[in-house]
C-alpha cells in the first residue's frame, strides 16, 4: 500500500521525543586519524573548493530549507538518519523546496567536527551533492567511532576515493568553508544543532519530521 504524506510523518515523529535545543557543545576530543586497512599517503589538498554548497531539489522552488549541523552531534545523527529521509521523499524529490547543508562545528567534539565536515565537503565537491548526502549518513552511522576505516568505509558507501577523503580530513581541507558556515550561522541565531530554517526562519519546537513538515507547508 503506498504511504501517504501522513503516515510517513506520524512514522518520522514516532522514533521518538526530539528535543528542542540539540547539542550545545563541550564535549572532548577522540582518537587521531589512522589510515587502517586503507593503504594511503595522505598528502594536503591543494585546491579544495571552498565555494562548494551541498544542496538537493528544486534551485528554483519557492521555499528554501537550511540545515545546521556538527558531524559530532548526536542530535544531528538523529535528525539525518531518522527524520530527514522523510524530508527527502515528500518535499525533496517532488520538488517542492531547495535544500541546503550548512555546517556548524560548534563543536561537540573539537578532534572530529571539522575533519569530518571537510571529508564529507570533499566528496561532494569531487563526486556531486547525491554522493556528499550518502556519505553524511554513513558517516552519522560510525558517529563515536570515527577514525580512517569509519571514514574510508563511508566514502566507498557514497562511491568516492577514500584516500582523498582521509586527505580532507586529515588536513581539515575545507575548515575555512566550514567556519564560513559557522559565522553566517552565528549571524542567524543558531546556538544549537541541528538547527533548520525554512525561509530564513528558525523551526521552532525541534527538528523532527513533523515539526519541520509543518513550517514548509506553512511556507509553500
Known sequence: MERTRRSLLASAASVGVVGAAGCLGGGGGGNQLETGSYDCSLSEPTDPDLDYRPTLGNPDADVTVQAFEDFTCGHCATYKLDHFPTIREEYIEPGDIHYQHWDFPIPVNETWAVPV????????????????????????????????????????????????????????????????????????????????????????????????????????
Open 117 to 220: 565536515a571537510s571529508a564529507a565537503r570533499g566528496v561532494g565537491a569531487r563526486n556531486g551533492d547525491e554522493a556528499f548526502f550518502e556519505f553524511a549518513s554513513a558517516a552519522y552511522e560510525s558517529q563515536g567511532d570515527y577514525g580512517g576505516e569509519a571514514l574510508g568505509a563511508a566514502a566507498e558507501a557514497a562511491g568516492a576515493d577514500p584516500c582523498a577523503v582521509l586527505a580532507d580530513a586529515e588536513f581539515s581541507a575545507y575548515e575555512e568553508a566550514s567556519m564560513s558556515d559557522r559565522s553566517e550561522g552565528d549571524s542567524m541565531g543558531v546556538s544549537g544543532t541541528p538547527t533548520i530554517f525554512v525561509n530564513g526562519e528558525p523551526v521552532q519546537g525541534g527538528y523532527g519530521a513533523e515539526t519541520i513538515a509543518a513550517a514548509i507547508d506553512d511556507a509553500l
